[in-house]
């Protein structure tokens, strides 16, 4: 009798660790949103307001785990609020929405400074010689399961949700584009057979924005995109969100695929911009009689 009890003992120390997280957050998903980070979202995410119902609800869910699960720490002197951390969050959360989702499993960390940050980087030049460098950032992800953001621009792409800029959505892309293993412009699809037209869509319109970079054209996304594919990716995930009308007239083919991926439509929850203003034609004499 003693050994029967020492191995539901043994049995129950072992399955603990597997089962109490999962306990905890059944306990804390049952619990709603609270109304100061409700008012978070509706106050710091325009589109929020404007979203279904359902919607809503589904990204109140999302950002109860998030906050559960992750960790927030402050840098240079900073104090994460509530409202920081809302106001990440919901955003990070967005990416999210309609989706099979175990809410960006692999990070742990989000680091936030007060403002863009320096980050050490080592520039190779030629032979090889690798020479000690800094580089201004607004936000970086990492593969150590951290993201790294600056609460100034944080609030500056919560603020505009039309300029295609915002750093939330552009490192957490990041983070999806990594559950495919690593960060390529190709995240988890999940049916293989859809790689074959997102990399002939997304390759196409990569080479086209290097282009526009190249001979400083204008475009809908910005130039930062046509670094490499993971930067495309995450540039493009900016676009979608903030200027869906434009990449849906522009990048008509990209567009469809964010479509199948995200499974929403921004423009659902968004003013279509206004037409451009038509220029007066040139007055020119009529020397036909």
């Known amino acids: 009798m003693e050994a029967l009890i020492w191995i539901g003992l043994t049995a ?10 999962r306990w905890r957050l059944r306990r804390v998903l049952a619990q709603p949103l609270p109304a100061a980070a409700l008012a978070v979202l509706q106050h710091n995410i325009p589109v929020y307001r404007r979203m279904a119902p ?29 409202e920081m951390a809302v106001t990440i969050a919901g955003q990070a959360c967005l990416l999210l929405l309609n989706r099979p989702s175990k809410v960006y499993p692999a990070l742990h960390t989000i680091l936030v400074y007060p403002s863009a940050f320096v980050a050490r980087r080592a520039e190779v030049g030629p032979g090889g010689v690798v020479t000690p460098g800094h580089q201004t ?24 949700w039309t300029d295609g800029h915002n750093v939330v959505l552009h490192e957490f892309a990041h983070q999806l584009d990594s559950e495919s293993g690593r960060a390529n412009g190709a995240p988890y699809l999940g049916n293989p057979a859809s790689y074959s037209e997102w990399s002939e869509v997304l390759e196409r319109d ?24 993971a930067e495309f990716f995450a540039v493009a995930t900016e676009t979608f969100f903030e200027k869906p009308y434009q990449m849906a007239e522009h990048h008509a083919e ?26 007066p034609h040139a007055w020119s004499a009529d020397w036909s009689h």
């Open 12 to 21: 129950l120390l072992i399955a603990t660790p597997f089962f109490y997280p």
């Open 54 to 82: 359902a919607l809503q609800q589904q990204l109140q869910r999302l950002v109860v785990q998030f906050l559960h699960q992750k960790k927030f720490i402050g840098c240079e002197g900073l104090e994460v609020t509530d």
């Open 137 to 160: 950032m607004l936000g970086e992800s990492w593969d150590d399961g951290r993201i790294v953001l600056s609460w100034d621009d944080v609030q500056r792409g919560a603020g505009d």
């Open 206 to 229: 990569f080479q086209h924005l290097r282009h526009s970079a190249m001979y400083r054209q204008h475009s809908v996304m910005d130039h930062y995109g046509a670094t490499n594919p």
């Open 254 to 279: 990209l567009f469809a695929e964010f479509l199948k991926y995200y499974r929403v439509d921004p423009r659902d929850w968004m003013t279509p911009p206004p037409p451009p203003v038509a220029l």
